[in-house]
């Protein structure tokens, strides 16, 4: 069974910095996609960015390209987003999601939050 573990989310200021963790495990992630979603109070969940397995595509929201990164280190099964420059209006629960090749299916994990204060 997959799981997914965020961590790394808290409070920081305007302007500051964070990096957030997705530990995966229960089974081989080969050729799975990895993506960031986020969502604020009383929005809809909406897509960060995504990177596929081997690291060597990604893609980003254009809310957030540029101050955003997604890595992944695959002999850790863990996907990163170092978040530069935030910005209260990126205060959100940011949720890890995997799916495997060829489907539309997610696994999601818990969820951690992030609170950028002005």
């Known amino acids: 069974q997959v799981q997914l573990v965020e961590s790394g989310g808290g409070l920081v200021q305007a302007g500051g910095s964070l990096r957030l963790s997705c530990a995966a495990s229960?089974?081989?992630?080969?050729?799975?996609?990895m993506d960031w979603f986020r969502q604020a109070p009383g929005k809809e969940r909406e897509f960060v960015a995504r990177?596929?397995?081997?690291?060597?595509?990604?893609v980003y929201s254009d809310s957030v390209k540029g101050r955003f990164t997604i890595s992944i280190d695959n002999a850790r099964n863990t996907v990163y987003l170092q978040m530069n420059s935030l910005r209260p209006e990126d205060t959100a629960v940011y949720y890890c999601?995997?799916?495997?090749?060829?489907?539309?299916?997610?696994?999601w994990g818990q969820g951690t939050q992030v609170t950028v204060s002005s």
């Open positions: 229960g089974r081989t992630f080969r050729n799975y996609v």
């Open positions: 990177i596929n397995w081997s690291g060597a595509s990604s």
């Open positions: 999601a995997s799916s495997p090749p060829g489907t539309s299916h997610r696994y």
